[in-house]
């Protein structure tokens, strides 16, 4: 068939890289297929025929003056005698070539395909398409075409594995772009011997993130189909595209920023975002210029400066806190100048420099933590031919420590600026920057630079060795070499300000003291006497201190709730009075409503049962717990209220139900492939990991199940229910409880048996959720305790024992899945739920297996499931609660605070 027809290329890699060079420098676009379908043809002359002429007209004459993308209706006096097209260049390709290769490809379109109603055409360097119905905004996968090298690669196992991991991550850049609009992406790996992986990934800008990365994967899904084992290999679908070689065969983007790893006196240009489709009236320019002047002349004599003009344009400038006033001046002045050439007609600006910050605003922005737009520079460098896993580890381990107590103490800086170093080893030292702007209270700069630390570092990328990442209110930075001043270093005074001493003289004047004889014992006397004077000074401001900062703290604390306190009437109106349509779940905590707020916001509200032991003081220690946790999977705390007896937490409103009704109901329309359950496998993964190691305070969750849960629009993970989760000290490996609360099948032995806890509590349940996830089963000793010899753990083990691990997948999963990542996660799983907890890996460990391909994983021991065989259902059905979860198919999952005992190291 022509939609499914794979071109064999027998072209030497040599060639392709000589052609693929030499079309470029020429701007001959390389011509790869066409194909012309629909069904439905046309006659000559036809108004159908008139109007696709004018279409590929237009899209030939505008491909020079749009940024690589143009689609186009040109509409017929009958539905069906309407032409809808677009093109689009590939992203690297210079505006010329693009221009030339719409050009070829519509005056091909026009020769040979004018009498069919839908076709098109592939270039090396663009596609164009037309058809007689509206496709814009979706996605289509047919007709395909898939290109290859014939070239054989060696390893193939290890090379389809790093393949997979790098087009992936691939495809996830250019489904959500960093910057812009052009859903376009390159990334390349190394391989040994040498090789370098080169992929890339597009879609055509008119589809939403989701749509493009659900064309991307089915994309991915087809490199088997075309390519296995090759070398190099190309999909090619109407709506996107993958490629990979073990050449560059795209061209290289210019370094937006030069090299600045070590410190220079010469501000450097990074970066500017200018809002878009938002033109700025004549008054508004006039206000924008007079602000940037301000902003320039107060460069001379501050480090920061905030300021708004008419109550009509806001501004803000900051600089690096390590430089002198005078590399600020240049750099605020060379940020005024560039930022009023390229956005004057924008209401909206930010410009950054490496040694400044400078934004103006229509709105005020003022003492809020803004992320976006944001600014990113990650150097990823791979070690895999030269350095030891191991050495990887500890530098991931020891930068996400750094960077999390750098957070914490640019907080605490009065500066809102922090620089600190660690030793890595006995040649290399990491150096890390963290700043603020100034207007931002300790916890919201604090919170601005965890966002970064969590959501923008690529943790998976142990090779990391340097980056940054810039936010409108915070940014990061990490080298190998020192590219701040040391703080020890003398910063030039200030312009017109006195000299600090205020004495006339220098040092080859000194003022010499001389003592005779008689005045030692009065000496001795004086100098007792100012001894004690400063103690007691000292004392006094010290205990004065401690008083404002513990009465600062409580403070702090009602700020932080007070936003977050809603009326009791407020959520009765969003839930229609707690009506029985509203309700969405059911447990022994109490219940769950799904509500809108007054401005349109989906949110869920939790209702704790008015039986809860639970106190006023507790409950609000419990919602600055849940407040303070923000990360992409974890779920979102919007507020609370506590009125009389009503207790109430109000979460972000998770519209994809729960895990478990995607694995579990049978009576649910669609199954997860096998990209969507990878992806959800690693989101909870490196949710638990923030809870353990990431967070201000080390949590066990203690109740992680696939109802606990949630799965966003675009799939995505949240962990929710912290109902039973217990904050641990930092320093401290595990604790005890006298009452054990959790639901069975995902409780580990030594919890349910003992009741000890420790984050490898959590292991155990997130290594049995990776085997649900991965069987569509369910562990059987969540709902038959005294069948759990026979349940899914055993069945797992036994299918590892006899190396057919596959015979689990899940049926649903019929194709399009990679039999690496699947055995992987087997295998992640079993080590998850190993008896002896001091054998199951952290959470650290797990993500390092998730997101390498070279790390070898240890092979598992016998599961837990022999220990609980020999467990007393009756016993433990005593030990814990008999009340239902929010599914209600799950016993024994409360909430409800437990004594709790803790064990040091």
Known sequence: ?????????????????????????????????????????????????????DLLSSLSSNALSNTGFYS??????????SVF??????????????????????????????????????????MVRYSNRSFFSTFDTRPRVGVLNIANISNQESFMSLLFLTINKTADEAARPPIGDKKFATRQANMPGLQTLYCLAQCTPDLSPRDCRTCLSAAIGDLPWCCEGKQGGTVLYPSC?????????YLSTPARVPADSQFSEDPTYLYHNCTINVTADSAYKIHVNTLLSYMSSNAT??????????????????????????????????????????????????????????????????????????????????????????????????????????????????????????????????????????DLSGDDCMGCLQDIINEKIPWSSLGSVGGRVMYPSCNLR??????????????????????????????????????????????????????????????????????????????????????????????????????????????????????????????????????????????????????????????????????????????????????????????????????????IIGGIARGILYLHEHSRLKIIHRDLKPSNILLDENMIPKISDFGLARIVEINQDQGSTNKIVGTFGYMSPEYAMLGQFSEKLDVFSFGVMVLEIITGKKNLSSYEPHHVADGLLSHVWRQWRDQTPLNILDPSIKENYSKIEVIKCIQIGLLCVQQNPNDRPTMVGVVSYLSSYLIELPSPQEPAFFLHGRMDPKSLAQESSSSQSINGSTPFSINEMSISEFLPR
């Open 241 to 249: 595209n993958v490629r990979y070689n073990l050449y560059p065969f």
């Open 85 to 126: 097209g677009l093109f689009m260049c590939r992203g690297d390709v210079p505006p010329q070539l693009c221009q030339q290769c719409v050009q070829n490809a519509t005056q091909r379109l026009s020769t040979q395909c004018s009498l069919f109603k839908q076709a098109v055409i592939w270039y090396d360097e663009c």
């Open 478 to 679: 990490f080298e190998l070499s020192q590219f701040y001043r040391d703080g020890d270093q003398p910063q030039s005074p200030m312009p017109g300000n006195p000299s600090p001493s205020g004495l006339k003289g220098n040092v080859d004047d000194p003022i010499i003291f001389v003592f005779s004889k008689k005045t030692r014992g009065h000496l001795r006397t004086i100098i007792l006497i100012i001894v004690l004077i400063i103690v007691s000074v000292a004392l006094f401001f010290s205990g004065y201190y401690l008083v404002k900062r513990k009465a600062r703290k409580i403070g702090d604390e009602s700020v932080t709730l007070e936003p977050l306190q809603f009326n009791l009437a407020v959520i009765e109106a969003a839930t229609n009075n707690f009506s029985s349509e509203n309700r969405i779940g059911k447990g022994g905590f109490g219940e769950v409503y799904k509500g809108i707020l007054l401005d349109g916001r989906q949110i869920a509200v939790k209702r704790l049962s008015k039986s809860s032991k639970q106190g006023a003081n507790e409950f609000k220690n419990e919602v600055l717990l849940i407040a303070k946790l923000q990360h992409r999977n974890l779920v979102a705390l919007i507020g609370f209220c506590l009125e009389g007896q009503d207790k109430i937490l109000i979460y972000e409103y998770v519209p994809n139900k729960s895990l478990d009704y995607f694995l579990f109901d049978s009576q649910q329309p669609t199954f997860l492939s096998w990209f969507e359950r990878y992806n």
């Open 72 to 81: 186009i209706t040109v509409p017929g006096e009958i539905p069906s005698d």
């Open 301 to 438: 004599y501050r480090m920061d400066y905030k300021d708004g003009v008419n109550d009509t344009v806001y501004g803000l400038f900051m600089c690096r806190g390590d430089l002198p006033s005078p590399l600020c001046q240049q750099c605020i002045h060379n940020a005024t100048h560039q930022i009023s050439s390229m956005c004057n007609s924008f209401q909206e600006a930010i410009i950054w420099y490496s040694h400044c910050m400078l934004r103006y605003s229509n709105r005020y922005f003022f003492s809020k933590v803004e992320k976006s737009p944001t600014f990113q520079i990650l150097n990823v460098i791979s070690t895999t031919t030269s350095t030891p896993v191991p050495e990887q580890d500890i530098f991931t381990f020891t930068l996400s420590k750094a960077l999390e107590s750098l957070a914490l103490a640019a907080g605490d800086s009065n500066e809102r600026y922090v620089t600190k170093s660690s030793k890595l080893n006995d040649l290399q030292t990491l150096y890390i920057l963290g700043q603020c702007t100034q």
């Open 1 to 53: 068939m022509a939609s499914c027809k794979i071109l064999f290329l027998s072209i030497l890699v040599s060639f392709l890289m000589f052609a693929t060079t030499q079309a470029q420098d020429d701007f001959v676009p390389v011509y790869i297929y066409q194909n012309c379908y629909g069904g439905n043809t046309t006659i000559a002359g036809s108004a159908f025929q008139l109007n696709l002429r």
